[in-house]
């Protein structure tokens, strides 16, 4: 009893700081893969253009969660076409502390390859919720997800509001008749913007969503009690999203996002369980790991 009421009142204490509340977003921008000299000069101010539109923009109005989240985008310019047009992939991170405890954990990490923008030095980057622009729109969607999932880990479906934004930008890209090339539908397996957002908003995906929350704000957020209560909730989050895996039967963003994400964090979790047959059973969860869960097998022999 508590330690619910220990979290509850962690909980309200985040919310009621988040009014007026920024992003802390490093930005990062790697140009070892463009030859073009003009091109490269063009860039030249780009990274501290973007963390003022990223950190300075008041995104978080009626955000329910964590009152600063750490994030990161790390950009790697691959072509360019004349001096200002640009093709690239984007690394896009964020993380959030645990409860009563010096560390983070790895909220969501995704890797997107399909991005192509123009640019022009020392031209102000201003936000616009009713226009496309194949630079902001991208950055907007990502800082939305970043958004939705970290209010995730906090409340039930606390970042449905941020989804919906999201997919509001996927709907402006879409119909902008401009060749927007990331946000069209992709096979299975391929990443997809529309995909992402499709399967956060998706009522199937429910069981997904909610067992996020468990395994953040009733699971980590509790491990500090030293009670095997948490490691059972996390345990069970687990089952459960394998469970929806099974049940849907089909290759899904969000769940291999979620476990490529957390693979080590869960590894690290269990080495303290007294299960000895814990990592056979994650490896049936999460077969893709099972080298990882196989090597944690071996720290408790």
């Not at 109005?61 to 790697?76: L, Q």
């Not at 399967?199 to 095997?228: C, I, M």
């Not at 394998?242 to 849907?248: M, Q, T």
Request: glycine share 4%; with cysteine; net charge neutral.
């Amino acid at each position: 009893m508590k330690t619910l009421f220990a979290i509850t009142v962690y909980f309200l204490a985040v919310v009621s700081t988040t009014i007026g509340q920024e992003l802390d977003c490093d930005v990062s921008l790697n140009l070892e893969s463009l030859t073009t000299t003009e091109a490269q000069d063009n860039l030249s101010d780009f990274v501290q253009q973007l963390k003022q539109y990223i950190n300075n923009y008041r995104w978080l109005r009626d955000y329910e969660g964590n009152k600063i989240i750490k994030c990161a985008i790390n950009i790697s310019i691959h072509n360019s076409q004349g001096n200002n047009h640009y093709m690239a992939q984007a690394f896009i991170g964020s993380q959030r502390p645990i409860y009563k405890s010096s560390s983070n954990s790895a909220v969501l990490r995704l890797l997107d390859d399909q991005w192509e923008f123009d640019y022009i030095r020392n031209e102000a980057l201003m936000h616009s919720e009713s226009r496309y622009d194949p630079l902001l729109s991208f950055i907007d969607f990502y800082v939305y997800l970043i958004l939705g999932y970290d209010a995730d880990t906090y409340h039930t479906n606390g970042g449905t509001p941020y989804f919906q934004k999201a997919f509001e930008i996927v709907n402006l890209a879409r119909g902008s008749g401009l060749d927007a090339k990331g946000w069209e539908q992709s096979p299975q397996n391929i990443y997809s913007r529309t995909q992402i957002v499709d399967e956060l908003l998706n009522p199937k995906f429910q069981d997904f969503r909610k067992a996020v929350h468990t395994y953040h704000y009733w699971g980590l957020d509790s491990l500090f009690s030293n009670s095997p209560k948490p490691m059972k909730r996390i345990l069970s989050s687990l089952d459960k999203i394998a469970k929806l895996k099974n049940k849907i039967n089909q290759s899904s963003l969000i769940i291999r996002s979620f476990f490529d994400t957390k693979y080590l964090e869960i590894a690290e979790i269990f080495l303290k369980s007294a299960n000895p047959s814990i990592y056979a059973r994650l490896s049936r969860i999460d077969p893709a790991h099972q080298k990882t869960y196989d090597e944690y097998q071996t720290k408790r022999e």
